[in-house]
């Protein structure tokens, strides 16, 4: 389960980093208001109202009836991010996050013994004895 979600997860953010950084280019027509063609990176294929206009060259005045529209949205350029980008605070951070978190996995050369100070306590009866335990 934890390996599912680490995977999806990594596509995700793969997928959602492709795209913030591409460029798209969206093309519509528009014949008479309505829209005939959507075409993503390249132009939109017309309806082919232009071209009986120009057989119709007898006409003085042309009536425009198609249209096309195009926008663009930009992706980002600059991903790069440097150490003096961030604030005072967002630094302090970082440091003592990264101090703490490689901490953990310095090895001990020695477990700490909690109760180095303090003697074992005096026993008065042996308890393996009075029950008549014994290890064979």
């Known amino acids: 389960m934890k390996q599912g979600f680490h995977h999806i997860t990594s596509v995700f953010l793969a997928i959602m980093l492709l795209l913030s950084t591409v ?3 969206v093309d519509k027509h ?13 132009d939109a294929e017309d309806c082919g ?12 005045t042309q009536n425009q009836c198609c249209d096309n529209e195009s926008f663009t ?5 600059d991903l790069k991010l440097t150490w003096f980008d961030l604030d005072l605070e ?3 951070f970082l440091i003592a996050f990264s101090q703490t978190y490689l901490e953990l996995f ?13 003697p074992p306590p005096i ?8 029950d008549q335990v014994f290890l064979i």
């Open 23 to 25: 460029s798209w280019t």
């Open 30 to 42: 528009l014949c008479m208001g309505r829209v005939m063609d959507v075409s993503f990176f390249m």
């Open 49 to 60: 109202m232009e071209a009986a206009m120009d057989a119709m060259s007898d006409q003085l």
């Open 73 to 77: 949205v930009t992706g980002q350029d």
């Open 90 to 92: 967002h630094r302090i």
């Open 106 to 118: 310095v090895p001990l050369k020695e477990l700490p013994v909690s109760n180095e100070k303090y």
């Open 123 to 130: 026993l008065v009866k042996d308890i393996h004895v009075l």
